[in-house]
């Protein structure tokens, strides 16, 4: 049976329910799902945990505070508040305003991220765009276009200070970022390797692998450069 023909699942208010087969899930309000889901398109706004994976075909959407004891994949993933995936994330599309954390790896095509994130495996895209306003941590991140920046909106600040304990540092680490055009500030890092390469301010990286170009601001920190080839 394909998700078109399965029944469609909702809960307004305050409700708990088993997991199972859907068309479309929509909670709204406080909910508790007892195992994965499997359906088209899932959607919650408020307060919800589910306690297993959820597969969504078409469009993941989250607004509130979302725990997901598993895994999520999906073509679209779209999160506005708190996220947190026990599992990996695997989606074409990642759109995320606030705080998400993954336990495990981030897999997508088009990332854009503002606020915070951490990511306890590999961070994957073929583009990358970070608007910081927090801590983003990855052990390792690989994308062909990198591109991290501070944001400057007001409104994401107050949402990261409701939401993240304080102290904490608007700053990028990870062990390894890898990708052909890097555009970085305000990162800590043992590696970084790219084709074109700009290290901006605010930066401490140990070494520095560049193909064609290499851009250092003055209030960078590179322990090591070295120009590669192939």
């Not at 706004?45 to 469009?59: F, M, T, Y």
């Not at 993954?102 to 608007?131: E, F, K, P």
């Not at 401490?204 to 290499?214: A, K, N, Q, T, Y």
């Amino acid at each position: 049976m394909t998700t078109m023909n399965r029944p469609d699942f909702a809960i307004a208010g305050v409700g708990t329910t088993g997991g199972g087969d859907f068309h479309r899930v929509e909670l709204e309000g406080v909910s508790k799902v007892d195992g994965s889901l499997d359906c088209y398109s899932f959607k919650m706004n408020g307060l919800a945990k589910v306690k297993g994976s959820i597969c969504a075909v078409e469009r993941f959407e989250a607004s509130g505070k979302l725990t997901v004891d598993g895994p999520v994949k999906a073509a679209m993933a779209k999160i506005e508040g708190q996220a947190t995936v026990r599992g990996n994330l695997d989606c074409e599309v990642l759109q995320a305003n606030g705080f998400i954390k993954i336990v495990g790896d981030c897999r997508t095509r088009g990332c854009d991220v503002r606020g915070a994130m951490t990511v306890d495996g590999v961070l994957d895209a073929d583009r990358l765009t970070i608007y910081m306003d927090g801590p983003v941590r990855a052990e390792v991140i690989r994308a062909k276009q990198i591109s991290v920046s501070i944001t400057k909106s007001g409104t994401i600040k107050r949402l990261m200070q409701s939401i993240l304990p304080a102290p904490w540092q608007t700053q990028l680490r990870a062990d390894r970022i890898e990708g052909d055009d890097v555009h970085l500030v305000e990162t800590t890092a043992a590696l970084v390797r790219g084709r074109q390469v700009k290290i901006g301010a605010g930066c401490v990286i140990d070494r520095v692998e560049f193909g064609s170009e290499l851009i250092v601001h003055p209030d960078a920190v590179v322990r090591s450069r070295e120009r590669i080839f192939g």
